[in-house]
């Protein structure tokens, strides 16, 4: 056999690969010798610096661990200060919150302003020595001294509260706070505050500790809705800060540790304390003397009295955060920072959903163990027209109509219920209302009783809860896991309809166990009456700038309405929830003449009640709990919530041309409740207004006072007939009323209903 490859050539290809494996062993052997020769002589060099004994632990040991953790330490420092730096990326920085908005009502009367007013501030030189001084003794007296972090002030703040035994003292200088007002939150987290002390450092490399001090100035709020001591000044005395004599620059001083505590409007002595701890630091810190504070100490400032003003501020709140983000959208070339900005708030729907909300929680809040609620009452295209966030804004500033997530309950069903209609099903398709688990979880009906057979219709009139379950079962179809699939079916419905809240998948999602605020659940529901498009919730309708230019309009800029699901879904479904108002759960919110649709829902425990309805011109959503989560007194969204919607509509709807809905029409005039046949006149035209009342149950400690109460009487009576004239036999009964005549066996049980049960139900 031929060889294809000869004998000479072999050879040539043996040799060259000994000859390369030997270079590559002398290489390895030459360069492991010569590592070790350059070790050797490396040792030899360093063993001339050799320190032995008691001089290697007294200065070599420490040196060498500081030198390891500090470089440690700057390479951390390193990593935390990229997320801190990151936030002054933007060129306009400095610009990034000297918003001044000037907000007027839908009709162009102003309500009020947020922001800071840069077109009338005062140059640092022109404040008043002393409330310079109280500002500086107050909050850093080593302004002027630090590099933007006292950690002097830091260690005495430190030991001051751990000797008071709570916070006391604030360790953050003034370059810290304006470091946090310019780029961070108010969030009480480790990583904003390791944020906030290197962008105090940034900031002392870029401005001077007198731009530091006049933006810290300008910009701290100071309670009230105003930002800024000129702005307070003006809010809390009538005048300019120029002229604010030294107990007013105290109390304004006072302002920057906590504004809404301290506000002299809210709580007039605590501002006067507060302003005498001032006067206290003042001496302390050396910049006056006790003669000199004296005079203010016996006369205190007088703030204005704005008790009686009513500004919607937590809709401000909201249309200012809406309009900072507007302005983001703006060119970057575009510098203008004070605006006149037209909202879709109406004052008289405002002021009736303020006043409902107070009325309802001042005559039956105790009653039912609720202290909160919110109210949004919007137009169909998102327009916001009403705004309650909270019982009081003085006490607390948290926006429970647009930062607060609370379970829906049973008010979440419609979004179920219009997933199935999308799927196939109609009113009246027929499910079976019978028990159902998924896994170890099966929900009940309130009652624990079951319908049998019942339509789409009938099932959300009478909110049962198995039946959405049933529902999202079979909206999965075939897959594997059919439960699940047809929840993200839900979901799916849900995100078009406009709720952002995060949704999480668990088994009792359809009948609302997922957490939504009140502003988007409010707009979502405005896709029904609006034939199927779903709007954006907005606040602003109108941007101009101060001297009139138009900037934006919604109609013209904003986001139009999406069709979110087909008109003729919407009819159906807005002909099936008309059923829940008419006679279902909600017949508390039926109003006259005006057509209504909606749903309550009532979460366990009755930690939340709501109503969510509409009209053809508005749609609203009403709220009651607690803010701790606490249960209330078997509060259902067919009592209070109900009512509430019932009240804001009818005063929403006065001057209104009523609009149907489609898939209902105009609505029909409410049944007239009958005349005592004594009544006359004008009396007789008067139709007495059904509320809502205290829980129709009694506790046991109201069943306890009834028995006695009626022993007491029984008592007197008999006292009574003894002492009657001897004609008399027969001893006079007591007269009792009907609260009064209950067997206390039957009083007894009364109070043992009133134990809430553990499912939930509309």
């Known amino acids: 056999m031929r060889q294809i490859v000869p004998p ?354 001042r005559q039956f809040g105790r009653d039912y163990h609720a202290t909160q609620a919110s109210v949004v009452v919007a137009d169909l295209d998102g327009g916001v027209r009403a705004m309650v966030g909270g019982r009081d804004y003085g006490a607390s500033q948290f926006n429970r109509a647009t930062d607060a997530y609370r379970q829906p309950g049973s008010s979440f069903k419609p979004y179920v219920y219009t997933t199935a209609l999308l799927n196939g099903y109609k009113p009246t398709s027929i499910v079976v209302d019978g028990p159902v688990c998924i896994g170890n979880w099966c929900p009940q009906n309130y009652g624990h009783s079951y319908s049998g057979s019942v339509t789409l219709t009938q099932a959300i009139t009478r909110s049962i809860n198995v039946v959405p379950v049933k529902l999202s079962i079979a909206l999965g179809g075939k897959s594997p896991n059919p439960a699940k699939a047809g929840r993200a079916k839900i979901t799916e419905v849900a995100r078009r309809f406009g709720l952002t809240a995060p949704l999480p998948d668990t088994p009792s999602m359809p009948i609302g166990s997922d957490e939504v605020t009140v502003l988007e659940h409010a707009v979502a529901y405005a896709t029904f009456p609006n034939k199927g498009k779903a709007p954006k919730p907005h606040a602003v309708l109108e941007v101009r700038t101060g001297a009139g230019d138009l900037v934006w309009r919604f109609d013209r800029d904003g986001k139009k309405p999406v069709q979110a699901i087909p008109a003729s879904v919407a009819a159906d479904m807005a002909e099936m929830m008309s059923h829940v108002v008419s006679e279902g759960t909600a017949r508390r919110a039926a109003l006259d003449g005006i057509p209504t649709a909606g749903k309550t829902g009532t979460t366990n425990a009755y930690r939340d009640a709501w109503f969510v309805g509409y009209t053809g011109n508005f749609t609203c959503a009403v709220w009651y709990g607690n803010d701790d989560y606490s249960p209330t007194n078997r509060m259902t969204g067919g009592s209070l919530p109900a009512q509430t919607w019932h009240d804001i509509m009818v005063v929403a709807h006065q001057g209104v041309e009523v609009k149907e809905i489609p898939g209902i029409g105009m609505g029909t005039k409410l049944p007239q409740p009958a005349q005592p046949a004594n009544v006359a006149g004008a009396g007789a035209a008067r139709v007495l207004e059904t509320k809502p009342g205290p829980p129709p149950v009694l506790t046991k400690r109201g069943a306890d006072i009834l028995v006695r109460v009626e022993r007491l009487l029984d008592e007197a009576g008999k006292a009574a007939g003894k002492t009657s004239s001897n004609d008399q036999k027969q001893p006079a009964k007591p007269v009792t009323s009907g609260a009064l005549a209950f067997p206390e066996n039957h009083v007894a049980a009364a109070g043992e209903q009133a134990a809430p049960p553990a499912q939930r139900k509309n």
């Open 8 to 361: 000479d050539l072999k050879q040539k290809i043996r040799n060259f690969f000994l000859d390369l494996d030997a270079r590559i062993d002398s290489t390895l052997f030459s360069s492991g010798k010569g590592l070790r020769e350059l070790y050797e002589r490396y040792s030899t060099f360093m063993d001339r610096f050799y320190v032995g004994r008691w001089k290697r632990w007294v200065f070599i040991e420490p040196f060498s661990e500081a030198a390891t953790l500090g470089l440690g330490g700057l390479i951390m420092m390193l990593a935390l200060a990229i997320p801190a730096f990151r936030e002054t990326a933007d060129d306009d920085w400095l610009k990034k919150s000297d918003l001044a908005v000037s907000f007027l009502d839908r009709y162009g009367n102003p309500i009020g302003s947020r922001g800071i007013k840069h077109n009338d501030s005062i140059p640092l030189e022109d404040f008043p020595d002393n409330l310079i001084k109280a500002t500086l003794a107050t909050e850093d007296r080593r302004f002027y001294d630090h590099f933007g972090i006292d950690f002097p002030g830091l260690a005495r703040a430190l030991v001051t509260n751990a000797q008071a035994g709570g916070v006391r003292q604030g360790g953050s200088s003034i370059t810290q706070q304006l470091a946090k007002n310019l780029f961070l939150n108010n969030e009480r987290t480790i990583e904003r505050k390791v944020k906030e002390a290197f962008l105090a450092i940034w900031l002392e490399t870029r401005l001077t500790k007198n731009e530091i001090l006049k933006l810290y100035l300008d910009r701290a709020y100071m309670g009230g809705g105003t930002f800024g001591v000129d702005g307070a000044a003006h809010f809390y005395f009538n005048k300019s800060a120029r002229d604010v004599n030294l107990a007013e620059s105290a109390m304004l001083a006072g302002l920057f540790k906590a504004p809404t505590k301290y506000a002299p409007h809210i709580n007039l002595p605590a501002a006067r304390a507060r302003a005498n701890v001032v006067l206290d630091n003042l001496v302390d810190a050396g910049f006056m003397t006790e003669g000199q504070v004296f005079g203010a100490r016996r006369n205190p400032a007088v703030a204005v009295d704005r008790r009686d003003e009513n500004s919607p501020n937590y809709y401000l709140d909201y249309a200012f955060d809406e309009m900072r983000k507007l302005v983001d959208t703006f060119p970057k070339s575009y510098t203008e920072r004070v605006f006149v900005v037209r909202t879709a708030i109406d004052m008289n729907v405002q002021r009736a959903a303020e006043d409902t909300v107070e009325n309802q929680l």
